[in-house]
């Protein structure tokens, strides 16, 4: 076009924080030309509401020409806008019904169970049932918007050596994980907590699903927000706004078992330098029990290549009988066990030959299969005395 053009670009749609003042910018084009100009929009406010639409920016353009040629009649001016790189801080607007996206779902998690960790060949033979095991799932929600919540997995893991699952108990599907409604953050500062517990009242099968010992729980959620909404709601949001969920698996001491079994070596041991004239070696012993527990023990050493030389307590010995139980399962008694163990003389060259030890205790609750409740004030005193009597060389 034969003229030079002055725009002028503005919108009461983008509001500059610094100034509190609406977008407004002058263009000036000289005859014949085009020209790309950018705006950074950082620091400011985008009102994607003009009162009656939503998700609209809107933008207005003024023109004035000043002539500097005749016309053609073929002159054209034009204009086009986009906007890119978008990022934000804060988002204040409508998500939408039912809406979902990759990024808020699914959600997956392995929770390990230490308590079930030991690879005893025996440990299969074991029994052990706990009365009241759970699950507490927490929702910690920071995003403007009310959410519905499907836990579409949940499952027990116990692998085999090439990671294949010896474990099939699974929870995928019970009705009590399905559809959970999670509340709206208040504020963008105010995450809201919405917990689920999964408990024998609501999901009889989680008893049985602990009780298979699995080594991992795995869990997977899905979901979306503004569940069943109707018309406008507001939603609000920051950068680093995060709906999060964690599972606890909560194990009560409270059941009974029968031949768990613990395994231990102690490595590098010399007791090469024992005199040959020791007479005798006595292990004098004095437990006393408030847990209702039966333990015992099998200690044997060996030379380096793990061949016994010596068993210092036979295998299946109990060593600390358990408390007594009420028809509850709480102890009424202390229990007082002592005992003393005896190396010989003859014993003392196989003794000597020593470079490991291997210990094996075991653990039977109190008048299996009686149920029993273990608590965190319930004590083991332990006093263990050596008498080294030497002989005559």
Not at 223 to 248: A, C, E, H, M, Q
Not at 314 to 335: R, W
Request: glycine fraction near 6%.
């Amino acid at each position: 076009m034969p003229a030079t053009a002055s725009f002028t670009i503005s919108s009461s749609s983008i509001i500059d924080l610094s100034t509190n003042l609406n977008f407004n910018k002058n263009i000036v084009l000289a005859p014949n030309t085009s020209t790309l100009v950018s705006y950074d929009l950082g620091n400011h406010l985008l009102k994607l509401n003009d009162g009656v639409n939503r998700s609209r920016l809107g933008l207005s353009y003024s023109v004035k020409l000043q002539k500097s040629g005749n016309a053609t009649g073929l002159e054209q001016i034009g204009i086009s806008a986009s906007l890119n790189n978008i990022s934000f801080n804060k988002f204040i607007g409508y998500l939408g019904n039912n809406y979902t996206h990759p990024n808020f779902a699914p959600y997956k998690d392995t929770v390990p169970i230490t308590l079930f960790s030991s690879t005893e060949p025996t440990y299969t033979n074991t029994i052990f049932y706990l009365v009241d095991p759970k699950f507490d799932i927490r929702f910690y929600n920071e995003v403007g918007a009310s959410a519905e919540i499907d836990v579409t997995r949940l499952d027990a893991y116990t692998p085999d050596a090439w990671g294949n699952n010896l474990n099939p108990n699974t929870l995928t599907g019970s009705a009590v994980i399905q559809n959970v409604v999670i509340n709206s953050a208040t504020g963008f500062s105010s995450p809201v907590t919405t917990t689920l517990s999964i408990n024998k009242n609501n999901e009889p099968q989680v008893v049985p699903f602990i009780n298979s010992r699995p080594k991992n729980v795995i869990y997977e959620v899905n979901g979306n927000i503004n569940p069943n909404t109707t018309g406008y709601v507001r939603n609000f949001f920051t950068d680093t706004s995060k709906i999060r969920v964690d599972l606890d698996v909560i194990l009560p001491l409270w059941g009974n078992m029968k031949d768990l079994v613990f395994v231990d070596t102690i490595k590098d041991v010399d007791l090469s330098n024992i005199p040959e004239e020791t007479k005798k070696v006595l292990l004098r012993t004095y437990f006393e029990s408030t847990f209702p527990i039966d333990m015992g023990i099998e200690v044997v050493f060996t030379d380096s290549l793990y061949l016994p030389q010596y068993v210092f307590i036979p295998a299946n010995t109990v060593v600390i009988p358990g408390a007594s139980v009420d028809s509850n399962g709480n102890t009424s008694s202390p229990k007082i066990f002592k005992k003393d163990y005896i190396i010989p003389q003859s014993a003392m060259p196989n003794v000597r030959k020593t470079r490991r030890i291997l210990i094996r205790a075991f653990a039977n609750t109190t008048n299996y299969p009686t149920n029993i409740k273990i608590y965190n004030f319930q004590k083991l005193k332990v006093r263990i005395g050596v008498d080294v009597q030497p002989g005559v060389k």
